[in-house]
């Protein structure tokens, strides 16, 4: 916390970006927000606590998970997730110059807009460059340089960096929503609720207002091995809103299972799930439980 007691958030910037559409949302704009140039930039923000909390985006209604935060989340220890963000993204075309769609050589974005406007680049750019930058407001300054250039990003963009709006809601889906994590650093003083350990987590929670997220590597890769970790949650009445699975980066065919479920690890029930899971993995990290989020 800083000396006012504001919050010192980091988010993926420059400013622009959704992620600091996010990150105000979630927090309000009377805090300390700090861009980072990169999504593992903003979990070392946190884990150097530079920052109290970090946003990140975790998954897109188009395009699915955010593979680089995925991995982060696993690899870095101490990290912990403590609230969720969604926010609906409309993509524009932007560019320095009044340009026509089809004089359009190069086109920047974050991976994930790209992804969100597959259709659109298909149908109306006649086989531009395609430049992934590390965030939509990054794709404003690298098209500064570029001629016949075009960069998708939200419309916070347009009057920050004075760009021409060449089109609107080019998005695969007038439906599109990023949900996004704040994290935060596991403290292992162990003197408050930080600590990572189920078995005496002791606070109290209105259980159905929360979400637990999880990651797991079944100690087998076995017929039915995926069954048998959910049916902890299916036997438990506990309902799930997420599973994907990753690679474990160790050998193919491996995977690791991101979970998402309603409950929180304060409840019993949820606890004997994860007891039960636990025992079943290789590896077994709880994200954290958190308030799911409410428009
Ligand atoms: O680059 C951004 O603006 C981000 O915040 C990452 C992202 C990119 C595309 C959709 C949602 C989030």
Redesign the pocket.
Known sequence: MSKNNSIKCSY?GPAG???EIAAKKFFGENNVFIAKNTIADVFDSVTTAEADYGVV?IE?SIEGSVNMTMDLLFEIPNIRVVGECVIP?RHFLLSYEKIELDKIRTLCS?Q??IG?CSKFIRSYLKDPEIIFTA???NACHIIKSIPNSAAI??ENVIQIYNLYTIAKDIQDSLVNA?RFFIISKINNNNNNNNNNNIYNFDDYYSFESYKTSIICCPKFNKAGVLYSILKNFTRKNINLTRIESRPTKKQLGEYSFYIDFEGSIADNKVKRALIKIEQMSSFFKILGSYKKWIE
């Open positions: 993926l970006t959704y992620s985006p897109n993204i974050h994930q807009a969100q965030s939509t407001s990003a939200s990023t």
